[in-house]
């Protein structure tokens, strides 16, 4: 074959490859565009598992009329314009890639409106050339989109979705996720019309407590102490369980960096090593554990999906976590109910 240039679907279908691996991995993305947008109400509507229907709506910025077209092009992005930028991320998106790659293995609807247009207005990408069509529409400030029938145009992709419950199960872990690693936001999940959460923003220690019973569960909550350490800029706080109560029915393991989830390594290596030898080989530790550091110190453009992050500091990071979290484990005394350790 000779050597030829890949149509835009095709680049972006290869794209979306890295990116959209199930409904989930949909949700995510759209609603880590309503975090950058400052948007603090998100409604998720999902139907079929998210292989019929994804909608996020968001009461965020919007996007301006004469930026539809680019907000669903490849490596178009409002957010990084230079290397600077690049090495101090501190939005959740950065790559431009999302909307381009989810539309080009769906049917994507994108409605929005800025806070100075009197109206709306919606895009929809189509064909081997991407095509965007942009017409007016009704909506409020905010963003909409509607993502449906998710890989139609590619069936070895949509062959690999599993059953509506367990996609729908990945959808819901992944907000939970998401709605502890915002408090201020107001969250609401429906699967099929029917509601599935409903979060209120948290602005008290009080409601956050609420939240993070709400999504772990009672005996979670009931064996968490929250607990806080600092050493320099780095910052570390959060709930751990005290290892007598850590047990298979407390399966709550969260950690944020700088906001952003994190499945990290280095992280979970040194939760581990703090519980160390309080747990017994069938026990698992349980945690919300949130990261604090200066954006510079971490770079978070390891993964496509951004799951992993790397430290400049590891070594440093690491010891500290450890040092934190032995310190706060010492102190638990047996039950606490929810006790300060500061
Ligand atoms: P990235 O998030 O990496 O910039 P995306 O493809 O996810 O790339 O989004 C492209 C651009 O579209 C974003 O940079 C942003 O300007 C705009 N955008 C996407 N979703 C929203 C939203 N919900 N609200 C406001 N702007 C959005
Ligand atoms: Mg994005």
């Known amino acids: 074959m000779a050597i030829r240039i890949l149509s835009p679907q095709l680049a972006n279908q290869i794209a979306a490859g890295e990116v959209v691996e199930r409904p989930a991995s949909v949700v995510k993305e759209l609603v880590e565009n309503s975090l950058d947008a400052g948007a603090d109400v998100i409604e998720i509507d999902i139907e079929k598992g998210g292989s019929k229907l994804i909608r996020v709506r968001d009461n965020g910025s919007g996007i301006p009329e004469q930026e539809l077209v680019l907000a669903l092009?490849?490596?178009?992005?409002?957010?990084?314009?230079?290397?600077?930028?690049?090495?101090?991320?501190?939005?959740?998106g950065f790559r431009g890639e999302a909307l381009a790659s989810i539309s080009s293995v769906s049917r994507l609807t994108l409605t929005s409106r800025t806070h100075d247009q009197s109206a709306a207005w919606q895009a929809t990408a189509a064909g081997r050339d991407m095509h965007v069509d942009v017409r007016p529409a009704a909506h409020p400030v905010g963003t909409s989109i509607e993502v449906l029938d998710l890989f139609f145009n590619t069936p070895a992709r949509r062959k690999f979705l599993r059953t509506d419950k367990t996609e729908f199960s990945h959808i819901d872990e992944l907000?939970?996720?998401?709605?502890?690693?915002?408090?201020?936001?107001?969250?609401?999940?429906?699967?099929?019309?029917?509601?599935?959460?409903?979060?209120?923003?948290?602005?008290?220690?009080?409601q956050r407590q609420k939240r993070?019973?709400?999504?772990?569960?009672?005996?979670?909550?009931?064996?968490?102490?929250?607990?806080?350490?600092?050493?320099?800029?780095?910052?570390?706080?959060?709930?751990?369980?005290?290892?007598?109560?850590?047990s298979a029915q407390l399966q709550c393991q969260y950690s944020y960096v700088n906001g952003r989830m994190m499945r990290d390594k280095l992280l979970n290596h040194a939760i581990r090593q703090a519980y160390g030898e309080h747990l017994l080989a069938d026990q698992q530790p349980a945690f919300v554990l949130y990261l604090e550091l200066d954006p510079r110190q971490v770079d978070v453009n390891v993964h496509p999906a951004k799951h992993e992050v790397?430290?400049?500091?590891?070594?440093?990071?690491?010891?500290?976590?450890?040092?934190?979290?032995?310190?706060?484990?010492?102190?638990?005394?047996?039950?606490?109910?929810l006790a300060i350790v500061a």
Request: net charge neutral; charged share 25%.
């Open 73 to 92: 092009s490849r490596h178009a992005t409002s957010k990084i314009a230079d290397l600077d930028d690049l090495e101090a991320i501190s939005s959740l």
């Open 175 to 206: 907000v939970k996720r998401l709605a502890l690693s915002r408090y201020d936001v107001t969250w609401q999940l429906t699967h099929n019309g029917q509601p599935v959460r409903r979060l209120k923003a948290a602005d008290s220690a009080e």
């Open 212 to 246: 993070v019973a709400a999504l772990c569960g009672r005996a979670f909550s009931e064996h968490a102490a929250f607990i806080e350490n600092q050493y320099g800029d780095v910052r570390i706080w959060g709930w751990i369980v005290q290892p007598e109560a850590c």
């Open 310 to 337: 790397r430290f400049h500091q590891a070594r440093l990071i690491h010891d500290f976590v450890v040092s934190a979290l032995t310190d706060a484990l010492h102190q638990l005394t047996p039950r606490p109910q």
